[in-house]
DNA sequence: TGGAATGTTCGGCT
DNA sequence: AAGCCGAACATTCC
């Protein structure tokens, strides 16, 4: 569920009742959903709620807990404590609470963001973001899902910006000319900003940290719809796998020119 | 009814 | 080195 946008949202709807609160305690109900080691956080001050790569990063005075919410995981403020509910952060006010379905997500301690992903897409600059691909011959997808390539796509993005950029998911990345890179950094930084702006893609259970589902997916092009028709061109859009993971594209319109 | 698929990521193997 | 594969887990859908 939770790629760039998602997380994007989490982190932003939860600041306004986080941001500047004192830290109680930090309960765990599933010892996987702990990643590492975590000090004692009674007293601590939490600073801010952001987003790195896919991930929700809560800034604390000495440190950060980074949350990962693999495929099913979300924070929401002062959640109900339910079956799936793995993880509990007690606030001087308030508490946000960390479920998660599936347990493929976590959250760790670091004295700071660790910086070996790679860049944000929507911080990495035009000039570097092609110096990069120039380097790769793997398939164009299955770079835009390496988060040491780029840090926050997942299986969503990754499909409706290629779809927007006109690209052949299987393509080497070496291969795009410079029309075609220039396309899709422009794509990707649209697509990712209109996504957060309609608070990200509910799927199945995703919500923010307030309860609200996003409304991106009314805005899908081609992810879940495969066997439906291109909507720029009518073709019929075809699901292939790639790395082990569902790729929706329209044959028509991602022409496999290379 | 069982098998396959689902938004992620990691480690092991070639 | 890059890329494929399976595993971690629970639920839903055909």
Known sequence: MPELPEAETIARTLAPHVEGRLIRSIRFFAPRAR??????????????????????????????????????????????AGPYTRALLELDEGWISFDDVRQFGSIGWAPECPRSLGPDPLEVSEEEFRARLALRSARIKTLLLDQHFLRGLGN??????????????????????????????????????????????????????????????????????????????????????IAQRSTHFCPGCQKQNY
């Open 35 to 80: 990643r590492g080691m975590i000090p004692d956080l009674e007293g601590r001050r939490l600073l801010r709620s952001r987003r790195h790569g896919k991930q929700v990063v809560l800034e604390l005075d000495g440190g950060v807990l980074m949350v990962k919410l693999g495929m099913t995981g979300s924070l929401r403020w002062r959640g109900p």
């Open 156 to 241: 969503i993005y990754a499909d409706e910006i290629l779809f927007a950029a006109a690209i052949h998911p299987l393509t080497p990345a070496r291969r795009l000319d410079a029309e075609r890179v220039g396309r899709l950094y422009q794509v990707m930084r649209d697509v990712l900003e209109r996504a957060i702006a309609a608070g990200g893609s509910s799927i199945s259970d995703y919500v923010d940290a307030d309860g609200r589902p996003g409304n991106f997916q009314q805005f899908h092009q081609v992810y879940g719809r495969a066997g439906g028709n291109c909507p720029r061109c009518g073709r019929t859009l075809r699901r292939i796998l």
